[in-house]
């Protein structure tokens, strides 16, 4: 594996955290944003990644940093944690992520393509036949889409030998897992390359040998989300309560809410419109404990916030106000 140039396309939450992260790594980025706004939103993004990798690379230099609450997995290079070339390598992120409007300069010479925008099959098909004729024929591309399958938009990459799905988990700084998984048509070699490339910028890759929708860590976490959301939609009870219930029952240090928040809001409503269209994503038991299973009533709570402006941690309020 000899990548240099990694393009990554979309600077939302996780787009710009790989970015980051895939910089200060060492390796040459660029963020491909799609207007001025998303544009001037990344370099907002990357000035306060930069700011949280220096305060927790100066933290971890601490007794208390040792904590294991405190200590970020993803941000030491090498067998021993030194302080002065964390910060060194979070600097030269800050100084060397690119981001770019234009598509065909900025996919030039790109080794791998990371696209992480919304999780929308239809824009991602819209995405990749727009970069398709534009790339190398040595590009690799993977996505980091949190449910969908590889195989159900890999013909549109115009190489579906070179294109699978690499999905990272949120705080990547910390939360360092890369879950790596083919589709039928992805050559062992590239699997294997992006494989070692999660390795490089410092990721523990996760490895699923069959498609499936969720992957790992969301086969989990989604339904357990769906059902939260459920409950309010259902008049149960409040994201807050719902939320004490999880964290004091079982120590837990997020509730859902606080998840949704931190993933965003809109993700969250994607998610439910793909299961709302395809209801046998549902485990038969999960179906059974949930119904009815109140769809509309879960988009219109999402809603309520959306149209606010309240889109999560991100914009500072979702279910919880935060300090930008």
């Not at 910028?201 to 976490?221: H, T």
């Not at 409040?238 to 993700?267: C, N």
Request: hydrophobic share 40%.
């Amino acid at each position: 594996m000899n990548y240099k140039k990694i393009v990554v396309i979309g600077g939302g939450v996780l787009g710009s955290q790989i970015a980051f992260q895939t910089a200060y790594s060492g390796y040459e980025v660029v963020v491909l944003a799609h207007s001025e706004k998303s544009k001037e939103d990344t370099e907002e993004k990357l000035a306060k990644l930069y700011k949280t990798y220096v305060e927790t690379i100066n933290l971890m230099a601490t007794r208390e940093g040792k904590d294991i609450s405190n200590w970020a997995r993803g941000i030491p290079f090498g067998d021993k944690f030194d302080k002065a070339d964390c910060l060194k390598r979070a600097t030269y992120a800050r100084d060397n992520v690119v981001i770019s409007l234009n598509m065909e300069e900025s996919l030039k010479d790109a080794d791998l393509v990371i696209e992480s925008i919304t999780e929308n099959i239809d824009a991602k098909v819209e995405l990749y036949k727009s970069i398709a004729p534009l790339l190398p024929e040595k590009t690799v591309i993977v996505t980091n889409s949190s449910t969908l399958l590889p195989s159900k938009m890999a013909k549109y990459t115009g190489r579906s030998n070179k294109y699978l799905a690499l999905h990272f988990a949120n705080s990547i700084w910390k939360n360092n897992i890369a879950e790596v998984m083919r589709q039928s048509e992805t050559h062992k070699r590239y699997f294997n390359q992006v494989i070692a490339f999660a390795k490089s910028i410092n990721m523990i890759p996760l490895v699923a040998n069959e498609e499936k929708s969720g992957y790992l860590l969301n086969s989990l976490l989604v339904p357990f989300l769906l059902c939260a959301v459920d409950l309010v939609a259902n008049g149960v009870s409040d994201p807050e309560t719902i939320d004490k219930a999880w964290t004091l029952g079982t120590g837990a240090p997020k509730g859902p809410f606080q998840i949704i928040d931190t993933v965003g809001l809109m993700t969250a409503k994607n998610i439910i419109l793909q299961y709302q269209k395809v209801p046998n994503l549902l485990d038969p038991l999960l179906k059974k404990m949930m119904l009815p299973y109140n769809f509309d009533g879960m988009l219109e709570i999402l809603n309520k916030y959306i149209d606010k402006g309240k889109l999560g941690k991100s914009t500072g309020e979702g279910f919880y106000k935060y300090d930008k």
